[in-house]
């Protein structure tokens, strides 16, 4: 399995920043020391015209030149710098990269991304570019100018923080189909309406979160009954585990763990390739974080590895008896 990293680009954060900037470098320690049937690879920026496929060129081009003002700043809750912006257009392309690697092995990982808060004119709440939007956009254009046909997207974000941005961009897509589970009386305070939004109590625990997964990937799979998803993106968040210091909910390290599986599952029972985001989490000890990514990855390893079997299966079946 590929997962794309963009871990060297540490911003200069000052003392006490809630942000956890080294947990990306402390995962792809454990995937490169433990995880060794996932091939990590450094990602490319993305360009300013692929960032524009989401976002407006004034805002590309303030974050470019270091034209944001301090409003502005705040809101994405970081310092401009050039390595604030470079980062930002690595983390879209890790996630451009695990898209194309998704379409051609089933699965595909970007060991950061879910940036799901910024939207097309700003940035917002630790997000500078959209990732999964911007790949979504440019799977899209490539599909068609391979295939000149449409690509159905998929975004199932199950970060504990709705994707106010992602929802906003694609508000009037019918091409792409956003699905968020999230906490009700979490950031941000004012949601966007998606397709499909599930709002969550403080303190649920895992049962009645599966339960909700499930019913509303039922929802999901009705509304597409005449013409399935092509690609999914999963924002796969850490942060509604019960020792986020952020998530007020309250699932175990196994329910999250379910979660995953019930989603790879899903997806791949369905043949629908899917490019996976860490997206967000803050546990009071960044050892939990980490601990929980690398869960969603060790799901993501077996399903492509289920998928890989799935496409051995098809050629034997289709060689000359």
Not at 118 to 136: H, L
Not at 216 to 242: K, M, S
């Amino acid at each position: 399995m590929l997962a794309f990293h963009s871990d060297h680009f540490v911003l200069p954060l000052p003392p006490g920043h809630s942000f956890p900037m080294t947990k990306y470098r402390l995962l792809r320690d454990v995937v490169e020391r433990e995880l060794p049937a996932i091939r990590v690879r450094e990602a490319l920026p993305a360009s300013d015209g692929e960032l524009a496929l989401a976002h407006t060129p004034d805002y590309v081009a303030s974050v470019a030149a270091g034209l944001l003002s301090a409003a502005q700043q705040r809101e994405i809750g970081f310092p401009w710098s050039e390595r604030m912006a470079e980062r930002a257009r690595r983390s879209v392309g890790a996630t451009v990269g695990a898209a194309r690697a998704a379409l051609a092995e089933g699965v595909a990982v970007n060991l950061a991304g879910g940036t799901h808060h910024a939207c097309a004119d700003k940035g917002s709440g630790y997000c500078v570019f959209n990732d999964v939007a911007v790949a979504a956009r440019l799977m899209q254009a490539e599909w068609h100018r391979l295939h000149r046909r449409g690509l159905p997207v998929l975004v199932v974000d199950l970060d504990v923080h709705q994707g106010n941005g992602t929802a906003a961009i694609f508000r009037d897509d019918p091409s792409v189909f956003t699905l968020s589970l999230h906490g009700a009386k979490n950031f941000p305070f004012r949601k966007e309406a998606g397709d499909l939004d599930v709002e969550l109590p403080d303190g649920c625990g895992d049962a009645e979160y599966l339960d909700a997964l499930d019913a509303a990937l039922a929802q999901v799979w009705r509304h597409h009954a005449g013409r399935p998803p092509a690609l999914a993106f999963f924002v796969a968040g850490a942060d509604p585990h019960e020792g986020d210091r952020l998530g007020r909910l309250k699932l175990t390290f196994e329910g999250l763990a379910e979660r995953d599986r019930r989603v790879f599952a899903a997806l791949r029972e369905r043949g629908i390739p899917v490019a996976v985001s860490m997206a967000g989490g803050y546990g009071r000890t960044i050892d939990t974080t980490v601990a929980v990514h690398r869960r969603t990855l060790e799901e993501g390893l077996a399903s492509w590895r289920a998928w890989g079997q799935r496409r051995r299966d098809a050629s034997v079946e289709q060689s000359p008896a």
